[in-house]
């Protein structure tokens, strides 16, 4: 074991707390497919289920994008909290920095017809952890139910899943519920989906990974793309999970809707229980050119904005034949979801961070974060703290956490000083 690294991060809640070094524990990233001394059979997790939508509405709340959003307030049968249904609101790469009276409005709005909403974040490895928590708590501002992280980490270091272990319980402290999407574009590591995923042992799973984000060519699996770089080549364990912990996006498709039905087997076939598809064009050459507005193909065969940036493929809402083709495919009407009660052995947690079978230190005195599920001689004091204040099981077990612990435990008595 060696030290990580180190990030400061106390103060979330609007709380005028100074910010508290925590150095993490953290191991070398390596192969992610034994974890604990459990294994897992895929043969006992076998299940039967169509995809639900998860819609990336990155487009502008004010009235000239009312059609966009009248697509996703029209649609019907989503319920909040459920498996799937899910529209991710963003301003402007997060949530902006004024509040935005429209958005939260469509917000109400979407949520009204029983959409999950989740904020989107950005997740990017190097991005300071405080304008993380900065963006969830601005996000809860507008009764988000949850929190999309976009770019999400990778390494499987105790440090990077400690870290996202505490957005989790961030998350869950600013919007009510543990509703989290961590994205990648690729297939996640599977330390992530099983301690962060697992971790908090929820029924059912209601943080979540983008494990595919490609254009339909190569999800389709088809020669002669753009990018060929992306064909489907998943890891032996990605089958030993549930499905409705992963998330499929596809772009570039064909306006149409012709290859949606496809996809959904696809989908299937491949774990992921929710799936987005959108004609909006990320690749490009000389005989399909660019769609997105204000868009242009560059040197890489890609379509960047005036900035030389990514064009925003999510910017608009699917053409008309394609939405109605994944809308009523990828729709509750037409969705069986059977998954088994359970996915995972509660050993399987042995070398997640913060897990252990006692805390590393008294309830009284300040130090390391202490796991959520530590020694019980406190009467669960760890759990009923954290559920409160996440910071004391992820980052620092500080003076605030020994004072909940002596207010919110019973039978917890500290020393005097």
């Avoid at 980052?395 to 004072?403: A, K, P, Q």
Wanted: proline share 5%; hydrophobic share 35%; glycine share 8%.
């Amino acid at each position: 074991m060696t030290v990580a690294d180190t990030f400061y991060v106390r103060g979330f809640l609007g709380a005028s707390v100074v910010g508290v070094l925590v150095s993490l524990v953290g191991c070398a990233a390596g192969d992610d497919s034994t974890i604990g001394a459990v294994s897992i059979k895929s043969s006992a997790l076998s299940t039967s289920f169509s995809p639900y939508l998860t819609i990336p509405a990155y487009f502008d709340a004010d009235s000239s994008f009312d059609t966009q959003w009248s697509l996703i307030t029209n649609t019907s049968g989503y319920s909040i909290d459920s498996v799937g249904g899910y529209v991710i609101v963003n301003e402007d790469s997060g949530p902006g920095t004024t509040f935005d009276q429209d958005l939260a409005n469509r917000i109400a709005a979407v949520q009204g017809v029983g959409w999950t909403v989740l904020g989107y974040v950005d997740d990017t490895y190097d991005r300071p952890v405080n304008d993380i928590n900065n963006d969830i708590v601005a996000w809860s501002s507008y009764s988000v139910n949850g929190i999309f992280f976009d770019n999400a980490e990778r390494d499987s270091t105790q440090y990077d899943i400690g870290k996202s272990q505490y957005l989790v319980v961030l998350t869950e402290q600013e919007t009510g519920g543990y509703n989290a999407i961590f994205n990648w574009g690729t297939t996640p590591r599977e330390h992530y989906v099983n301690c962060v995923g697992l971790f908090f042992n929820l029924a059912p799973p209601m943080v979540r990974f983008g494990s595919w984000e490609v254009d339909e060519c190569n999800y389709l699996g088809q020669q002669n793309c753009i990018h060929t770089t992306q064909q489907w080549s998943p890891p032996a364990w990605l089958n030993d999970y549930r499905a409705d912990h992963f998330i499929h996006i596809i772009h570039d498709a064909d306006p149409t809707g012709s290859s949606v039905s496809t996809i959904a087997s696809l989908a299937q076939s491949r774990n992921a229980s929710s799936v987005y598809v959108t004609h909006l064009r990320e690749n490009c050459d000389a005989t399909t050119p660019c769609n997105i507005p204000g868009s242009t193909c560059n040197a890489a065969n890609r379509c960047v904005d005036s900035s030389q940036n990514y064009a925003n493929d999510y910017g608009d809402m699917p053409a008309s034949a394609l939405w109605n083709a994944e809308n009523s495919t990828f729709n509750p009407s037409n969705t069986t979801m059977t998954f088994p009660s359970s996915d995972t052995d509660p050993a399987r947690f042995s070398d997640c961070p913060g897990y252990a079978v006692a805390c590393s230190h008294d309830v009284c005195g300040q130090g390391s974060p202490l796991a959520i599920d530590c020694d019980s001689s406190w009467n669960d004091c760890t759990r009923t703290v954290c559920a409160g204040d996440g910071y004391c099981c992820s980052t620092y077990w500080d003076g605030i956490c020994v004072n909940e612990a002596l207010t919110e435990c019973s039978g917890v008595t500290c020393p005097a000083d």
